[in-house]
């Protein structure tokens, strides 16, 4: 234990895993679900706990013998948290230290922008320089109908059959996105075997026989519907096709008696935010991300009882 202006706080103790035993994978999930009970928002998003889940690599906070945070690096961006009833004892602080040193460089979602997590970024002298809208609109009020270029054809995902062909549309689609352009077969297979897939709600336009767009639709655990991922390859921009599979994705989770839909939009996607309003969506919270320069050579004070 160490005293700091009168208060007493443990010597933290950071521990990074190529693999989680199945205990450390209940008790890092434990950690998220708390988090988001206490804050109202996921700490984490969907790839970091499809990897806490598959006991995947993680960098671990203890606070004596319980777990006080967890944190998922991929590449350079990470995503970290700290359980309500370890806060503001430096655990967050050991964990973006710890990260940071793992990846030379770093990119750290802040789901919601709470408080302590722009505090934290703040005094680490990360800068924020992205950002994800989260729009939403309800499903009780009228959708105008799709309409579709002459030759497009629509249809629903097959599930063993399309998933190569969707993973060549999707990278064209997002060349320019750090995420989701660089998904892999490996990636859209993992999410087919969620509860939450559905081949119905994916939806598939294709021209003389190629994919040139798709809508995949999810249902969270709440009830509520989301655009997952639209996406239009580059060489059949200009056929309106982002506004009419958005329409035809909508109409579908409309037809499941849903109360609201809900999105994500990068802050910099004008374009994509202006359709989006138009089909009467509005921005509700927001996602950002903080960027960290490469850290100072290593001292032994620099992360407090770091262990790799």
Same mark, same amino acid.
């Given at each position: ?53 598959? %006991? ?7 606070? /004596?013998?319980?777990?006080? %945070? ?80 002459? %030759? ?68 969270? #655990? /709440? ?43 990068? #802050? ?41």
């Amino acid at each position: 234990m160490v005293r700091q202006q009168g208060i007493t706080l443990p010597i933290v103790d950071v521990i990074a895993r190529k693999r989680l035993t199945d205990d450390e994978v209940r008790a890092a999930l434990a950690v998220t679900e708390a988090a988001a009970a206490a804050d109202g928002v996921r700490p984490l998003g969907e790839s970091s706990l499809l990897r806490l889940r598959d %006991g995947g690599g993680a960098v671990l906070a203890r606070d /004596g013998a319980e777990l006080a %945070g967890v944190g998922v690096l991929d590449g350079d961006a990470a995503e970290f948290v700290v359980h309500p009833a370890f806060r503001r004892r430096g655990h967050g602080r050991a964990l973006a230290t710890a990260l940071l040193e793992r990846a030379g460089s770093l990119r750290v979602w802040a789901h919601g922008e709470l408080p302590g997590a722009v505090a934290l970024a703040g005094s680490l002298g990360f800068v924020r320089f992205r950002a994800l809208w989260k729009m939403r609109r309800p499903l009780d009020t009228a959708l105008p109908e799709a309409t579709w270029a002459e %030759g497009v054809r629509l249809r629903t995902f097959d599930v063993g059959a399309d998933e190569d062909a969707w993973v060549r549309v999707n990278a064209r689609a997002f060349a320019d996105h750090p995420e989701q352009g660089a998904w892999t077969r490996a990636d859209l297979e993992r999410r087919e075997r969620e509860p939450w897939f559905s081949p119905e709600g994916f939806f598939l336009a294709e021209r003389d026989g190629e994919l040139i767009g798709f809508h995949w639709t999810k249902v969270h #655990e /709440g009830g509520i519907g989301e655009v997952y991922v639209v996406g239009v390859d580059p060489a059949a921009q200009g056929l309106g096709l982002g506004r009419a599979l958005t329409l035809a994705g909508l109409h579908h989770l409309k037809a499941q008696g849903l109360p609201t839909v809900m999105l994500y939009a990068d #802050e910099s996607n004008t374009p994509a935010i202006s359709l989006y309003e138009r089909l009467g969506f509005e921005h509700f919270a927001t996602d950002a991300m903080y960027r960290a320069p490469a850290p100072s050579p290593r001292t032994d004070s620099a992360t407090d009882g770091a262990r790799f």
